[in-house]
């Protein structure tokens, strides 16, 4: 969302991270698995600190990138994350297995839309992230948004989708329907009673949304 330079100075200045965050980083790069860019998961990380979680939900673990990168950054907290993707889990279990953090994360194995009762039974949290099927953003919201306590923060990811909301002239049709959708969820999510939400357009944009007391 930064322009180009500004976006590469800021990740010039973050320090460097475990060997075998580099190497998921490279994994994912070849593999084409879309896991969160380096500036977006600063700052969520950041918000994480902050917000001093001890109990997160993930929707969308793909690699276990993000899980791990919260587990290192939040050694007492533990994470729940759900993938459905066979090989995906096959590989992030691999890369838990050989992380130090591994032993924080529990993985669901299976849809986000059909595995509520075991979410249930880790809950409640502090965070949830969300950073799966953007199409769908609407429907997790509404399941896990149960689970978060009173001072919980949603965070979701890719709300502004590489700028195309604001395209007006898109090609694909697939494209398009789900650029409508996620327009939908974030005015749905601006003005849901309950929350209070802030977009920044930080990496794809996420959406940080705070409980109303
Ligand atoms: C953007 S990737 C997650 C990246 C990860 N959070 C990271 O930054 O390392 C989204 C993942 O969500 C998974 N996914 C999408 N819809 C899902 C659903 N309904 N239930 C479970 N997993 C889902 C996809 O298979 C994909 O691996």
Redesign the pocket.
Known sequence: MLNDKLHSYIEELIPGREPLFIEMENYAKENK????ELVG?EALLQLLRIQDSKKIL??????????LRMAEALPKASIVT????LE?IQVAEEYMGRSKHGEQILLIK????EVEELVKGQAPYDTIFV???KG?YKKFFEIYSKYLKSDGIIITDNVLFKGLVTESEIESKRIRNLVKKIDGFNQWLMNHPDYHTVILPVGDGIAISKKKR
């Open positions: 698995v879309p896991i969160m998961i993930e929707v969308g673990t793909a690699i276990g990138y993000s899980a759900i993938e459905r993707d995906r299976g849809d986000a839309l950073d799966a099927a769908q």
